[in-house]
Protein backbone atom coordinates (compact mmCIF):
# COMPACT_ATOMS: atom_id res chain seq x y z
CA UNK A 1 0.00 0.00 0.00
CA UNK A 2 1.56 3.65 -0.83
CA UNK A 3 0.44 6.96 -0.09
CA UNK A 4 -1.65 6.95 -3.17
CA UNK A 5 -3.82 4.22 -1.75
CA UNK A 6 -3.79 5.88 1.78
CA UNK A 7 -5.53 8.93 0.29
CA UNK A 8 -7.95 7.06 -1.56
CA UNK A 9 -9.03 5.27 1.66
CA UNK A 10 -9.17 8.78 3.74
CA UNK A 11 -11.16 9.93 -0.12
CA UNK A 12 -13.33 7.04 -1.00
CA UNK A 13 -13.31 4.20 1.92
CA UNK A 14 -13.90 6.16 4.42
CA UNK A 15 -16.89 8.67 2.89
CA UNK A 16 -18.32 5.20 1.48
CA UNK A 17 -18.70 4.44 5.69
CA UNK A 18 -20.03 8.19 6.64
CA UNK A 19 -22.20 6.99 3.21
CA UNK A 20 -23.76 4.19 5.14
CA UNK A 21 -24.04 6.02 8.50
CA UNK A 22 -26.05 8.54 7.16
CA UNK A 23 -27.83 5.83 6.18
CA UNK A 24 -28.55 4.51 9.55
CA UNK A 25 -29.17 8.26 10.63
CA UNK A 26 -31.84 8.75 8.40
CA UNK A 27 -33.45 5.67 9.67
CA UNK A 28 -33.00 7.15 12.84
CA UNK A 29 -31.01 4.03 13.83
CA UNK A 30 -27.69 6.44 14.76
CA UNK A 31 -27.06 10.27 15.65
CA UNK A 32 -24.52 10.90 13.17
CA UNK A 33 -23.97 14.50 14.64
CA UNK A 34 -22.31 12.51 17.77
CA UNK A 35 -19.60 10.56 16.20
CA UNK A 36 -16.43 9.45 18.17
CA UNK A 37 -13.32 8.30 15.93
CA UNK A 38 -11.16 5.69 17.02
CA UNK A 39 -8.24 4.57 15.42
CA UNK A 40 -5.50 2.23 16.72
CA UNK A 41 -1.78 2.35 15.70
CA UNK A 42 -2.10 3.51 12.10
CA UNK A 43 -5.27 3.88 12.32
CA UNK A 44 -5.26 6.59 14.60
CA UNK A 45 -3.39 8.66 11.29
CA UNK A 46 -6.42 7.90 9.67
CA UNK A 47 -9.07 8.50 12.05
CA UNK A 48 -7.32 12.04 13.10
CA UNK A 49 -6.96 12.88 9.31
CA UNK A 50 -10.50 11.86 8.51
CA UNK A 51 -11.80 13.87 11.36
CA UNK A 52 -9.74 17.10 9.99
CA UNK A 53 -11.76 16.72 6.49
CA UNK A 54 -14.83 15.94 8.14
CA UNK A 55 -14.39 19.26 10.30
CA UNK A 56 -13.21 21.39 7.11
CA UNK A 57 -15.91 19.94 5.11
CA UNK A 58 -18.53 22.94 5.07
CA UNK A 59 -22.15 23.02 5.36
CA UNK A 60 -24.27 24.12 2.65
CA UNK A 61 -27.21 26.01 3.22
CA UNK A 62 -29.23 24.60 6.13
CA UNK A 63 -27.73 21.50 4.91
CA UNK A 64 -25.40 19.96 7.52
CA UNK A 65 -22.67 17.74 5.47
CA UNK A 66 -19.66 17.43 8.12
CA UNK A 67 -18.67 18.64 11.40
CA UNK A 68 -19.82 15.18 12.72
CA UNK A 69 -17.17 13.94 14.76
CA UNK A 70 -17.50 15.13 18.70
CA UNK A 71 -14.45 13.47 20.42
CA UNK A 72 -11.45 11.46 18.99
CA UNK A 73 -9.75 8.40 20.68
CA UNK A 74 -6.32 6.91 19.53
CA UNK A 75 -4.57 3.84 20.93
CA UNK A 76 -1.03 3.33 20.49
CA UNK A 77 -0.97 6.22 17.95
CA UNK A 78 1.42 5.99 14.87
CA UNK A 79 3.15 9.24 14.06
CA UNK A 80 2.83 8.80 9.73
CA UNK A 81 1.11 6.60 7.77
CA UNK A 82 2.42 6.21 4.24
CA UNK A 83 3.62 10.22 4.24
CA UNK A 84 0.12 11.21 5.83
CA UNK A 85 0.82 12.04 9.08
CA UNK A 86 -1.01 12.44 12.49
CA UNK A 87 0.36 15.31 13.34
CA UNK A 88 -1.89 17.51 10.80
CA UNK A 89 -4.06 18.00 13.71
CA UNK A 90 -1.73 20.07 15.57
CA UNK A 91 -1.90 22.78 12.18
CA UNK A 92 -6.01 22.49 11.97
CA UNK A 93 -8.04 25.25 14.15
CA UNK A 94 -10.84 22.51 14.66
CA UNK A 95 -9.51 19.18 15.79
CA UNK A 96 -7.11 20.23 18.93
CA UNK A 97 -10.49 21.87 20.01
CA UNK A 98 -12.15 17.55 20.50
CA UNK A 99 -12.11 16.08 22.93
CA UNK A 100 -9.44 13.18 22.71
CA UNK A 101 -8.60 10.20 24.36
CA UNK A 102 -4.72 9.01 23.88
CA UNK A 103 -4.40 5.43 25.54
CA UNK A 104 -0.90 3.48 25.30
CA UNK A 105 0.66 0.75 26.50
CA UNK A 106 3.24 2.66 29.23
CA UNK A 107 5.86 0.12 29.15
CA UNK A 108 5.71 0.28 25.55
CA UNK A 109 7.50 2.04 22.82
CA UNK A 110 4.08 3.80 22.22
CA UNK A 111 4.26 5.67 25.12
CA UNK A 112 6.86 8.27 23.99
CA UNK A 113 4.61 9.03 20.82
CA UNK A 114 1.65 9.03 22.92
CA UNK A 115 2.95 11.27 25.59
CA UNK A 116 4.50 13.64 22.86
CA UNK A 117 0.71 14.03 21.56
CA UNK A 118 -0.84 14.79 24.91
CA UNK A 119 1.89 17.40 25.56
CA UNK A 120 1.27 18.95 22.14
CA UNK A 121 -2.46 18.79 22.31
CA UNK A 122 -2.51 20.17 25.86
CA UNK A 123 -0.02 22.92 25.08
CA UNK A 124 -3.04 24.26 22.14
CA UNK A 125 -6.17 23.71 24.46
CA UNK A 126 -4.11 25.35 27.12
CA UNK A 127 -4.09 28.72 24.76
CA UNK A 128 -7.13 28.32 22.89
CA UNK A 129 -9.47 27.64 26.61
CA UNK A 130 -7.12 29.58 28.77
CA UNK A 131 -5.87 26.85 30.62
CA UNK A 132 -9.00 24.47 30.73
CA UNK A 133 -7.72 20.92 28.70
CA UNK A 134 -10.01 19.04 30.71
CA UNK A 135 -11.43 17.32 27.61
CA UNK A 136 -8.57 15.83 26.85
CA UNK A 137 -7.30 12.65 28.55
CA UNK A 138 -4.11 10.55 28.35
CA UNK A 139 -4.23 6.62 29.38
CA UNK A 140 -1.00 4.80 30.08
CA UNK A 141 -1.59 1.36 31.14
CA UNK A 142 0.94 -0.69 33.15
CA UNK A 143 2.23 -2.80 29.69
CA UNK A 144 3.80 -3.52 26.61
CA UNK A 145 1.07 -4.43 24.79
CA UNK A 146 0.39 -2.26 22.00
CA UNK A 147 -2.62 -1.88 19.26
CA UNK A 148 -5.12 -3.71 19.10
CA UNK A 149 -3.84 -6.38 21.44
CA UNK A 150 -3.69 -3.29 23.91
CA UNK A 151 -7.44 -3.31 23.61
CA UNK A 152 -8.29 -7.05 23.08
CA UNK A 153 -6.21 -8.38 26.08
CA UNK A 154 -6.28 -5.31 28.74
CA UNK A 155 -9.68 -5.12 29.91
CA UNK A 156 -9.22 -1.47 31.28
CA UNK A 157 -8.47 0.20 28.28
CA UNK A 158 -11.70 -0.93 26.67
CA UNK A 159 -13.29 0.58 29.76
CA UNK A 160 -11.64 4.03 29.39
CA UNK A 161 -12.89 4.02 26.21
CA UNK A 162 -16.48 3.56 26.86
CA UNK A 163 -16.16 5.83 30.04
CA UNK A 164 -14.61 8.93 27.85
CA UNK A 165 -17.26 8.35 25.21
CA UNK A 166 -20.04 8.46 27.89
CA UNK A 167 -18.35 11.62 29.42
CA UNK A 168 -17.95 13.56 26.33
CA UNK A 169 -20.09 12.77 23.98
CA UNK A 170 -23.37 10.83 25.28
CA UNK A 171 -23.51 13.16 28.23
CA UNK A 172 -23.40 16.08 26.23
CA UNK A 173 -25.93 14.55 23.86
CA UNK A 174 -28.13 17.78 24.74
CA UNK A 175 -25.58 19.66 22.25
CA UNK A 176 -25.79 17.10 19.51
CA UNK A 177 -29.16 17.04 17.95
CA UNK A 178 -30.21 14.42 15.74
CA UNK A 179 -30.13 15.66 11.88
CA UNK A 180 -31.87 14.42 8.94
CA UNK A 181 -28.98 14.27 6.50
CA UNK A 182 -31.47 13.33 3.32
Known amino acids: MGPAD ?15 LKEKNNEEIL ?3 ALT ?3 VGEG ?3 ATNWAIRDWNFPSTGSRKQ ?7 VMVSPEKMLKGLKLDNLFRDRFIPLLPTLIVAGGEGSDSTEATRIHKRLEGIKRRVRKGDPSDLKLEMVPTS ?14 QAIVRFIKEQVIAKAGQ ?3 VDRS
Open 145 to 158: LSEAQLVQQVPPVT
Open 37 to 39: MIG
Open 6 to 20: VSAMLARDLESVKAF
Open 44 to 46: AVL
Open 31 to 33: NLN
Open 66 to 72: GQDVKAL
Open 176 to 178: FPW
